[in-house]
């Protein structure tokens, strides 16, 4: 069973930097992907970024892109999501999710771990 656990999230003012982590375990193939989505209150979730275990491809949001970073130690099973000028339409609960990246670089998740709060203040 794949099991995602996230961390890093926290308060921060505008322009600051956070560090997420996800440590992930469970899994019976080498070839998949993880990465993070959140959700706003009263919003949906969107997708924010995403990184290939088997190729290292990464996939961002344009509202993140020139922002955040994302970056996996596949033989740690760890997934980093380095967020930096951030700012108060960034807060919100972020998830670690895993499952496949398709041949176009979009990430589709079927686990799912807990949410991290990060709130960003004016």
């Known amino acids: 069973e794949v099991q995602l656990q996230a961390s890093g999230g926290g308060l921060v003012q505008a322009g600051g930097s956070l560090r997420l982590s996800c440590a992930a375990s469970?899994?019976?193939?080498?070839?998949?992907?993880i990465g993070w989505v959140r959700q706003a209150p009263g919003k949906e979730r969107e997708g924010v970024s995403c990184?290939?275990?088997?190729?290292?491809?990464?996939n961002y949001a344009d509202f993140v892109k020139g922002r955040f970073t994302i970056s996996s130690n596949n033989a740690k099973n760890t997934m980093n999501l380095q967020m930096n000028s951030l700012k108060p339409e960034d807060t919100a609960v972020y998830y670690c999710?895993?499952?496949?990246?398709?041949?176009?670089?979009?990430?589709?998740?079927?686990?799912w771990g807990q949410g991290t709060l990060v709130t960003v203040s004016s």
């Open positions: 999710a895993a499952g496949a990246m398709t041949k176009w670089g979009i990430c589709e998740y079927s686990y």
């Open positions: 469970g899994f019976t193939s080498d070839d998949y992907a």
């Open positions: 990184i290939s275990s088997s190729d290292g491809r990464t």
